[in-house]
């Protein structure tokens, strides 16, 4: 059998050797247009910041060094420039030598990724305005920084766009970031990425979220950026990580069918609407593994498991694609932000029936030098289903929210989360590591044992029920939520007949666990509408940054009772 795959980096790659593996016989021609194949796309912003120093890391493998470990007939520089489904041929221009040829083939391997978003714009097209997505686009952006850009302004804070930052901050430039969304990271919940933007406002980048790209215009010196607020930022550069879209070019001329913004349908066993054309990776249409529905995932992973299944389809081991949960992480200034599954936002415009705990647990024993939060978000539906989950801290979020896509994937409930047996000594967990801690919250919402109450309602709520702040004396002075009352909850059960029986009673904490100690002990004396804050104060804050906390001038001494160490 002859294979041609058109695109020679994850998916492209992870099909031609997969293939290799199981027929010595098949002759795999894998055509690519860059001067590069099997590259490491994801680490082009360490390159850039210098984390990266030397460029040839980025280069996994050589034309020859696969034509010598797997026989692969890898041709850079040589642009696929249009499939015959019904001839089985593909045109291709041999860049270099400027000529073309055709090409024949049993089967047709797609794999040609997304091209980045460009904003249509005046001025995308001058030379300080760049994108990245080769390892030439890197050495470009490398060379405008090492060459003494001091002013940078990139477009756009999803996971490239960050990462690039966090890379020209590090090289010492004056960086502007511009998102059209009104928070960064828009694949999270704008509360859970609010940890982001606190770390990037720190770092000294000047953050503009709600803002898009208007026009570039040559400068007196480098450019001057009009944005869609009127402001004008200078800058020697300006890097547009908006987005992708699928790089389905190809595809549409030779009439195959595309569905979600251009990219590729596929069936189950990534076979296009063409016989014997497969397509794989960035330029596809996945199905979301919690909704069903159609979705854009651009990530190596799901790339490289693709690339493998239609390897496995081709030469008779089966070969399906598997669920894409788009798993994905970012660092930026020291904070760790990850998803899997849906977000709530994505849930609500969906119409899944969802609920929701958040939970602020260390990432190791409280007591060992070190201890620092994570904040975690689970999502889970009345079945106890695992929907989604973010996290974000400094340490050990990448483990919770890889478990729990591993528990999604698994068909796992969020009681399995509780039980779930993990590797625990001081430095590294906790007995009940937060991820057990996240399924027990879920299983005593979905038990009744536990009903939350969101930040949103806090304006929203019954005017009779009482606003019970459970924290000590001292916290309580230092800023409460307006009209609330303090009752420690070490004093709780000494000052019951200070709460009116026949009232509703919303209960808030710091974080939400003494407010559920609180919560357990009301119910149980006899107050039947009982609620928690979800996450505490410190989700909602996060929620409702603009909400002023009360201060108390001076705190009843009374109150300061000695804080509970939970
Ligand atoms: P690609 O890897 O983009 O390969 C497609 C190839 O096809 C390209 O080299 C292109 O030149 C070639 N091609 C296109 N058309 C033709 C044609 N007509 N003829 C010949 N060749 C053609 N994902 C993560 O999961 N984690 C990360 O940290 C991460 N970081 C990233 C950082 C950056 C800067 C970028 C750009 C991407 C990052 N990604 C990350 C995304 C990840 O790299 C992609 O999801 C993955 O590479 C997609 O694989 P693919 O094979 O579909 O496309």
Same mark, same amino acid.
């Given at each position: 059998?002859?294979?041609?795959?058109?695109?020679?980096?994850?998916?492209?790659?992870?099909?031609?050797?997969?293939?290799?593996?199981?027929?010595?016989?098949?002759?795999?021609?894998?055509?690519?247009?860059?001067?590069?194949?099997?590259?490491?796309?994801?680490?082009?912003?360490?390159?850039?910041?210098?984390?990266?120093?030397?460029?040839?890391?980025?280069?996994?493998?050589?034309?020859?060094?696969?034509?010598?470990?797997?026989?692969?007939?890898?041709?850079?520089?040589?642009?696929?420039?249009?499939?015959?489904?019904?001839?089985?041929?593909?045109?291709?221009?041999?860049?270099?030598?400027?000529?073309?040829?055709?090409?024949?083939?049993?089967?047709?391997?797609?794999?040609?990724?997304?091209?980045?978003?460009?904003?249509?714009?005046?001025?995308?097209?001058?030379?300080?305005?760049?994108?990245?997505?080769?390892?030439?686009?890197?050495?470009?952006?490398?060379?405008?920084?090492?060459?003494?850009?001091?002013?940078?302004?990139?477009?756009?804070?999803?996971?490239?766009?960050?990462?690039?930052?966090?890379?020209?901050?590090?090289?010492?430039?004056?960086?502007?970031?511009?998102?059209?969304?009104?928070?960064?990271?828009?694949?999270?919940?704008?509360?859970?990425?609010?940890?982001?933007?606190?770390?990037?406002?720190?770092?000294?980048?000047?953050?503009?979220?709600?803002?898009?790209?208007?026009?570039?215009?040559?400068?007196?010196?480098?450019?001057?950026?009009?944005?869609?607020?009127?402001?004008?930022?200078?800058?020697?550069?300006?890097?547009?990580?908006?987005?992708?879209?699928?790089?389905?070019?190809?595809?549409?001329?030779?009439?195959?069918?595309?569905?979600?913004?251009?990219?590729?349908?596929?069936?189950?066993?990534?076979?296009?609407?063409?016989?014997?054309?497969?397509?794989?990776?960035?330029?596809?249409?996945?199905?979301?593994?919690?909704?069903? &529905? =159609?979705?854009?995932?651009?990530?190596?992973? $799901?790339? !490289?498991?693709? *690339?493998? #299944?239609?390897?496995?389809? @081709?030469? %008779?081991?089966?070969?399906?694609?598997?669920?894409?949960?788009?798993?994905?992480?970012?660092?930026?200034?020291?904070?760790?932000?990850?998803?899997?599954?849906?977000?709530?936002?994505?849930?609500?415009?969906?119409?899944?029936?969802?609920?929701?705990?958040?939970?602020?647990?260390?990432?190791?024993?409280?007591?060992?030098?070190?201890?620092?939060?994570?904040?975690?978000?689970?999502?889970?539906?009345?079945?106890?289903?695992?929907?989604?989950?973010?996290?974000?801290?400094?340490?050990?979020?990448?483990?919770?929210?890889?478990?729990?896509?591993?528990?999604?994937?698994?068909?796992?409930?969020?009681?399995?989360?509780?039980?779930?047996?993990?590797?625990? &000594? =001081?430095?590294?967990?906790?007995?009940?590591? $937060?991820? !057990?801690?996240? *399924?027990? #919250?879920?299983?005593?919402? @979905?038990? %009744?044992?536990?009903?939350?109450?969101?930040?949103?309602?806090?304006?929203?709520?019954?005017?009779?029920?009482?606003?019970?702040?459970?924290?000590?004396?001292?916290?309580?002075?230092?800023?409460?939520?307006?009209?609330?009352?303090?009752?420690?909850?070490?004093?709780?059960?000494?000052?019951?007949?200070?709460?009116?029986?026949?009232?509703?009673?919303?209960?808030?904490?710091?974080?939400?666990?003494?407010?559920?100690?609180?919560?357990?002990?009301?119910?149980?004396?006899?107050?039947?509408?009982?609620?928690?804050?979800?996450?505490?104060?410190?989700?909602?804050?996060?929620?409702?940054?603009?909400?002023?906390?009360?201060?108390?001038?001076?705190?009843?001494?009374?109150?300061?009772?000695?804080?509970?160490?939970?």
């Amino acid at each position: 059998m002859k294979v041609v795959v058109v695109g020679g980096v994850a998916a492209g790659m992870s099909f031609a050797a997969r293939a290799r593996r199981l027929a010595e016989d098949a002759e795999i021609v894998v055509l690519e247009r860059g001067p590069h194949v099997s590259f490491a796309n994801c680490g082009l912003p360490y390159y850039v910041g210098d984390e990266i120093a030397d460029r040839d890391d980025l280069l996994l493998q050589t034309p020859a060094s696969l034509a010598a470990s797997l026989a692969l007939d890898v041709r850079t520089r040589h642009e696929a420039l249009a499939i015959v489904p019904s001839r089985k041929t593909v045109r291709v221009r041999d860049l270099d030598g400027a000529h073309e040829y055709e090409e024949t083939y049993d089967a047709l391997v797609l794999a040609t990724g997304a091209e980045p978003l460009v904003p249509g714009v005046p001025g995308v097209y001058l030379p300080q305005v760049h994108t990245l997505r080769t390892v030439p686009d890197a050495e470009r952006l490398r060379g405008v920084v090492d060459g003494g850009a001091e002013r940078a302004v990139v477009v756009g804070a999803g996971f490239i766009g960050l990462e690039a930052v966090e890379a020209l901050r590090r090289r010492g430039l004056r960086t502007t970031l511009v998102e059209l969304a009104d928070q960064v990271l828009p694949p999270l919940d704008a509360e859970m990425a609010r940890a982001v933007s606190d770390a990037l406002v720190a770092a000294g980048v000047d953050l503009r979220t709600g803002t898009g790209l208007a026009a570039v215009r040559p400068g007196k010196r480098g450019v001057s950026v009009e944005l869609t607020d009127g402001c004008r930022v200078g800058a020697d550069l300006v890097l547009l990580a908006a987005g992708v879209r699928p790089e389905s070019s190809l595809a549409a001329a030779a009439g195959l069918t595309l569905g979600t913004r251009g990219a590729v349908v596929v069936d189950e066993h990534l076979r296009t609407s063409a016989p014997a054309v497969y397509a794989v990776g960035d330029a596809i249409e996945v199905a979301d593994a919690v909704t069903g &529905a =159609p979705a854009l995932v651009p990530l190596a992973g $799901p790339a !490289n498991r693709q *690339g493998r #299944a239609v390897a496995d389809h @081709l030469f %008779g081991r089966g070969g399906r694609r598997s669920p894409v949960l788009g798993t994905a992480i970012v660092r930026v200034f020291g904070v760790v932000a990850a998803v899997t599954g849906r977000t709530e936002k994505a849930l609500r415009a969906a119409g899944v029936e969802h609920a929701v705990v958040h939970l602020h647990h260390a990432q190791h024993a409280g007591y060992y030098p070190g201890a620092r939060p994570i904040h975690l978000k689970l999502l889970f539906a009345p079945d106890g289903r695992i929907l989604g989950a973010q996290a974000t801290g400094a340490e050990g979020v990448d483990k919770r929210i890889d478990v729990i896509a591993t528990a999604i994937r698994a068909g796992l409930t969020v009681t399995d989360l509780a039980e779930l047996d993990l590797a625990y &000594a =001081p430095p590294f967990g906790s007995a009940r590591d $937060p991820v !057990n801690m996240a *399924g027990l #919250a879920a299983s005593n919402v @979905l038990a %009744g044992d536990l009903r939350l109450w969101r930040p949103a309602e806090l304006r929203e709520r019954d005017p009779e029920a009482v606003l019970l702040d459970v924290r000590s004396g001292a916290e309580f002075a230092a800023g409460h939520l307006p009209g609330a009352v303090n009752i420690p909850h070490t004093q709780l059960r000494a000052r019951l007949d200070e709460l009116p029986r026949d009232r509703a009673v919303w209960v808030y904490c710091a974080s939400g666990v003494r407010s559920y100690l609180a919560l357990r002990l009301l119910r149980q004396r006899g107050w039947p509408d009982t609620r928690s804050l979800s996450g505490g104060l410190r989700t909602l804050t996060l929620e409702l940054p603009d909400l002023a906390l009360e201060r108390t001038p001076e705190p009843d001494p009374e109150w300061l009772w000695p804080a509970a160490a939970i």
